[in-house]
């Protein structure tokens, strides 16, 4: 929630540099509209609850949490080119600093 919060209040400075920010999760389509909805996120979050998508980006696997393992999705984002390459990927997501990252990255 917070990296989103951070995202959505550095939205303008990435409409700025041309840069569509786009969320995704295994949740559906209703729970990532009102979740949007909740945080007014101006940017889309997209649902793939088969989670296709997140595995063929290598964001699904096995976590650990107070000692239990799980399997879940990792906070992992990746800045894409106009030709759909990436350019780079976060695997190590600090969420509070996350935003600005990644606009130094596109500077």
């Known amino acids: 929630m917070i990296e989103g919060q951070k995202l ?3 939205f303008q400075n990435f409409q700025d540099k041309n840069t569509v920010i786009l969320g995704m999760s295994a949740d559906s389509v209703k729970a990532q509209k ?29 976590k650990k949490m107070y000692g239990r393992e799980y399997e879940g999705i990792f906070r992992y984002s990746y800045l894409i080119d106009e030709k759909g390459m990436i350019e ?3 695997e190590k997501v600090k969420v509070k600093e996350h935003a600005q990252e ?5 500077s």
């Open 34 to 62: 009102n979740f949007c909805d909740k945080q007014s996120f101006p940017f889309q979050l997209l649902s793939d609850p088969d989670k296709s998508t997140i595995q063929a980006y290598e964001a699904w696997g096995k």
């Open 102 to 106: 990644v606009l130094s990255d596109i």
């Open 88 to 90: 780079k990927a976060y």
């Open 8 to 10: 959505r209040d550095e």
